[in-house]
Structures are given as C-alpha cells and as structure tokens.
C-alpha cells in the first residue's frame, strides 16, 4: 500500500483545515484507516482512525469535537476535517493503514499499522 497525504500548511488558531490521504491499493475498502502526528521533539501519537466502512471512529482526547475523520472508499481516500486547531496541533501529520484491525481500540494503536504515508506539515499560528 503506499499513501500520499496533502493538505497541510499554515493555518491561524480557530480556522479549519482539512487534510487528504489517498491510497494506491485496490482493496481499500478493507483497510482501517488512521492520522497521527508528530510534533518538533516529541513522539508520535495517534490522533484519529476509521474503520472500513467508516461506520466506526476513534478520536485522541485532545481532538475529540474539533477533528473528524471521514472516508470515501470510492476514491481510496481518507479525510481529517481540522476545526479550530489551536498552537499545540502543529505538527507533521501522517496516514497508515492496515488490515483486518478486528478492534476499536487496535484502531488508536500505533504499532499496528505497516503501511504509513510520508507525513504533511501543519502549522497553526496563534
């Protein structure tokens, strides 16, 4: 699977944003679908996933009622919608997927995905 994520830029605290992450595979629809971030010196960390359907998604605390994640699998794309981001949410930004995450919490766990996206930067100024 390789993933191209867009998107990002600079954006003022309270604006929106909404990133992409497109994904050359044919099967997508049966992939789970995750956005982390990594932050100048700090680890990165899971922000949001989708399930398959998208019937299903998991949010960080930190994002949860600012961030939505959404997919078409028509296109084999993900979506972060970012609503009033704030300072603390610059960072570079990274799609994964992988297969058959048969949990909701498996879905907010980094580790599990092998397949990951070469990151898009979002700034937000204050």
């Known amino acids: 699977v390789q993933l191209q994520a867009s998107g990002g830029g600079l954006v003022q605290a309270g604006g929106s944003l909404r990133l992409s992450c497109v994904a050359s595979?044919?099967?997508?629809?049966?992939?789970?679908m995750g956005w982390f971030r990594q932050a100048p010196e700090k680890e990165r960390e899971f922000v949001a996933a989708?399930?398959?359907?998208?019937?299903?998604?998991l949010y960080a605390d930190s994002v949860k009622g600012r961030f939505t994640m959404s997919r078409d699998n028509d296109k084999n794309t993900v979506y972060l919608q970012m609503n009033s981001p704030k300072p603390e949410d610059t960072a570079v930004y990274y799609c994964?997927?992988?297969?058959?995450?048969?949990?909701?919490?498996?879905?907010?766990?980094?580790?599990?995905?092998?397949?990951w996206g070469q990151g898009t930067q979002v700034t937000v100024s204050s």
């Open positions: 989708i399930n398959w359907s998208g019937s299903t998604t």
């Open positions: 595979v044919s099967t997508f629809s049966t992939y789970t």
């Open positions: 994964a997927a992988e297969r058959f995450l048969s949990t909701t919490q498996a879905m907010g766990i980094m580790r599990r995905y092998h397949a």
